[in-house]
């Protein structure tokens, strides 16, 4: 089953930059922080919906000096949105506001995923159940024997497939079909009565 995602979790890095060449002026992550969560509100994106997920000190060795130089502190933000307009949206915002050029250091999609999730896969499942016992019918009946009860029924597999869960286009405005479609698979061996 095809399932477009219903959340959508992006997870944006913002990093202190330097503001002169000679490395004696950089901008603080606070400053860099307040500007983010602006860009990202202006783009309708809720505070219930900004997880603060890492907060790192970055930093290089000079071997000549001996000594750590060039000393940044990051941070990272999952946010949740809805839809690939959504997306459009805080990319459109970050830009504006000069972000992207200069202080956001990662944006991809952390995860997709859907509210009804759990419904869908026990959808799966009944239809898994019926097409074994259709496919055990028509063999069956090409003997000219009929289908008894089921004996036992043994999964196999059921995963949830987000393969390319990066992708990313604006091709369809309005829709989810910019983000990979999630697919949902079950896969069970059935043992039926033969009468």
Known sequence: ?????????IAIKYSE???LPDEKQKTPIEDIEKVVLQSLKSAGVKAENMTFSAVRLEREYDRNKRRF???????SVNICVYTADDIARVIKALEKDNLLERAVTEFRIAEVRHTEMENYKQQVKKSAVKDAKAKAELI???MGQQLGDIVTIKEVSARKDTQGMSAYSTANPGTNSGVSAMTISYELEAVFEIE
């Not at 130089?69 to 941070?75: A, D, E, I, P, Y």
């Open 140 to 142: 069956v009946g090409t």
């Open 1 to 9: 089953m095809q399932l477009s995602p219903n959340e959508i979790i």
């Open 69 to 75: 130089h060039k000393r940044t502190l990051s941070k």
């Open 17 to 19: 930059y330097w503001t």
